[in-house]
């Protein structure tokens, strides 16, 4: 340590210092990284995550990243979980012992700001309450390939994709664009002007069945259709095509079949 | 069904039998719900009789126990003690559920305990004791149970005045540990939360006489998060539901889906029979995932790390099976009240059809290879034991309990979601040892891959999610379980206000199986010890929902070291040798 | 016996390796990554923030600035997808992207401003943006009960203090007459 301070120019702020030897420790050391799992209270998703990245398939020992058991030996902390009240003293204690220079990389969300347990009585809320963290790695849990690039990024091996993006609102006349399939309630003339109500009960119906995900999607293509139809005959006739493009799953021809009817309902409401 | 009738006669026959057994004032109130759940309240001063003799007559088993804190209704705390009846009725469909309850007033926050008849209260009382402030007069272990070691005194966490974001000051204060200096010639091993072989973050204390492990003394709260405290207070009872899949990482969505039917039962929920299978389904997926791993880790620990290795080949395309289910490898974020969030379209369940099939041929495979594998083998069998005499009276729960040659399982003795149209039959193994443990596990991975395939193929139509006539009724209460890769999880719900749940108890597979440790334990080397604890698939922060000490107190000797070096090498040269302090 | 059997499964697996950072690692089609907003599209109106069980979301009114902040923290983030279920306008979106490491705290976090609306009565600020009360009224003009709604929809531009002013003038003006 004191010679490579001694190799270092002079810098004013402590932090810079810290940087430069980091850098220059892994860039001029060429040996592996060890690495040290610390559970501050996960609920071990993230744990088998880690676990997972060390199958096979993922592998991280081919960067030479090697899991050890004692922060004596340790270049950097995987630390997962909120850090818990109980574990606090043990995680500065490891902190401690973990010889210099070394790289902190907080794993999931429970590490990376509290996760869902953020302000609860017994847990500190995040790694960065107590001890300072170089790489934070979102995800409940984070994907094994998000692990990895994690620890490269904290080596400076792979660059970060992520950054702040900030909007502000200059003319909310112009700017303010609706999605479908809302967008579509307004955009076309339809078969029947489609009212308020018919446009919610048919995304009920829709997410009743599908759910959030694949219901949006069926409604949006729904909309497209009935915006192209003129007449109820060509509405059931032309519905065909939707369950052609979802691989003709019946499921889905169940589902166009209810919103037909809800449809059919509302126009002889209206007549 | 057939059935239905048949569990509400023995829900009579239960009621009828105990009115006999207690005396006449004891029983307050009885309210049968459903076809198979009795809710009974007792007076305070019966509450021992009446569990004991639901717990020994009856024929239960304790499945969980609750305090809640009902002050703001009526002034009062209640215990809810849950049991399920199943001696002696194995051939019935739906079990009944036993529910004694009493009230304790706010002004003598006392009760009787009932450990002294019913030993599996123990833990609970103490838990109660901790968090509620409820003190069990006559507990023959009255020593704090819950709360980090620096929690101030005579403050009560799940108290409805304690408000869930309060940090109190710390009041450090060093843990007494089991005496440092114990019995002659026995050493003490610490294996502190940060070691090789603990996954998670817990103390043991393994106790040995040679290489010999005489005892093991356990201690973990390292995971107290204060969930309940949050879902009563931050959560409104739909997030709850994603909060209950971050209890445990590995098995969460049993966690999950156990909070939805408790919530469901409660309010007379009817959940769509799609929806049922779909959580089936994924409850079957995250099985799968879950024993892998576990066999994965049990043959890393024996140092054989191409199963380690193969077998989390193979996990990974059961994670690809989740992604495509779900969206995510581990946490799926399927279920709200009255149904799932996602539905399986064809084409996604005929990809996960096709990975299925090269997982199957694949663990096959791998298993053949792994349990021909002559020191796989001498490590795992024979080795920590579990009488089945032991489990049954621990009542513990999962594989644990199957690999000791009793067939409990939550799926065929309490069915709930799609397990009544697909009847499962429990894997039994009798070897009592790890290795049995290990094989029911392999058993149940080719039968949930079984029950996927099947069901994914019958998967009913009609809709997935059911949330239109969801009405909220303060203050009903209702039971949710399901068999969770390591056991039964069962979970308590009391709907509260402002679509919060007033109370809700979780009580993980885990916190049953761990009194087993000790037992399995003793007598075997240090190094089958992390086999061991594997075996018994803990999951730490399941149980760390709330906290366990358990320890046993010793007299304190001292000891030479030239006595205890000489002890030492004696032992380990004489396998038979039984020291006389045990 | 048992290791050639061993031997003889292993030799046939072959590279089971992902070349990952070289090839990109594909996720599935739905995978749930990162939450997504389509700024453009968003009206502030917080129901995501309500729905969200880590609280990461968060929507907050800046009276002092005029303006309704919307802030994510992916730290935080538990990607269960409430918050586009619950999004009435579908203005987020959970994307495939997983890869978040980030060196910074604030690298992980998006801010979106949108400008509140002005009180019809006194000049003030609504508690509410402007594109949360267009898409309102929009909505309202394709309700069936439209014309029932036409009177009510002028309260819909006022702000809570004048609504209650004008609620008890009413009121009182009902009483005496």
Redesign the interface.
Known sequence: MAILAKMLPQSTSVEKLGEEVKRRIFGTLKRSLYVLRVDTGSCNGCEIEIFAALS????VE?FGIRLVISPRHADALLVTGPVTRQYRAVLERVYRMTPDPKVVI?IG?CA?????W??SFAVEG?I?QVIPV???????P??P??I???I???LDV?K??????????EK??E????????AL??ERETLV?????L?RDIMRTARKYLG??YG?QLVKDYFALLSEVRTLGELREASKKIVEAWNRDPRIAQVVEELNKLVEKHFAQKH | MGGEAEARKLLEKCVERLKELLPPDAIVDVKVKGKDRVYIEVKREYLPEALEKVYWELGGYLSSMVGTDDRSVDGHYRLYYIVSIEENVRHIQWKPWVVVYTKVPWDNPKFKSTTPKVPAASWYEREVKDLLGLEPTGHPDPRRLALPDDWPEGLYPMRKDFKFYERPPRQPKPYMFRPEKVSEGIVQIPMSPIHALADEPSQFRLFVDGERVVDVDYRMFYVFRGLEKLAEE??TY??TS??AE?VCGICGYAHSTAYCEAVEDALDIEVPERAEYIRTIMLEVERLHSHMLNLGIACHLTAFD?GFMELF?IREKIM?VA??L???RK?Y?MNLVGGV?RDIPKDKAKKVMELLKTVREEFK??L??IT???LFLRRCEEVGILPKKVARALSVVGPLVRGSGLPRDTRYDHPYAAYKYIRVKPAVESGCDVFSRLMVRAREVLDALDIVEHALDQLPGGPILNEEKIELVEYAKGIGYDEAPRGENVHFVVIGKDSRVHKWRVRAATYNNWPALPYMSRDYTITDFPLIVASLDPCYSCTERVIIVDVKRKKTVTVSYARLVHLSRKVSQNPTHTPQLL | ???I??IE??SRRGV???P??EKP?E??E???G?PVL????C?GCGACAN?C????IKVETDYGKG?RRWTI??????????C??VC????IE?SR???????N???????????LGSCAKCKGYLDV???HV??AQ???E???IANIMQELARYMVMCLKCKRSFFVEKLGEATRG
Request: aromatic letters at 12%; hydrophobic letters at 40%; glycine letters at 6%.
């Open positions: 096979p398939l993922y592998d081919r907080a969300a990376c700001g509290g996760g869902v953020y302000n995040g960065d170089d790489v934070y790695v979102p995800g409940c984070p994907h390939v998000a990895l690039q994690g490269l990024v904290a792979l970060q994709k992520i950054e702040k993006v900030s909007y502000r609102e909310p006349e700017e303010w664009k609706l999605r479908p399939p809302l309630l307004f002007k489609i009212s308020w109500e446009y959030y995900l949006v | 931050r959560f739909n997030q994603f909060l971050r191409w080949r690809k992604e495509i779900s969206g995510g946490t974020g969030r495979k791998a053949d290879v021909s594998n002559e | 016996m048992a290791f059997k061993l499964h292993s089971a390796t992902h990952y950072p690692f996720v599935d739905l995978y749930r990162k389509d700024a453009s599209a009206i729905a069980p880590a609280e990461t303006v923290y992916y730290g935080r983030c538990i990607f269960c997808a409430r586009q279920e009435p306008v579908n203005a959970l992207e997983f890869e978040l490491a980030a060196k705290r604030e690298d992980l976090t998006v801010v979106a401003e949108f400008k943006s402007i594109r267009e898409l929009k909505l309202l394709r309700s069936e």
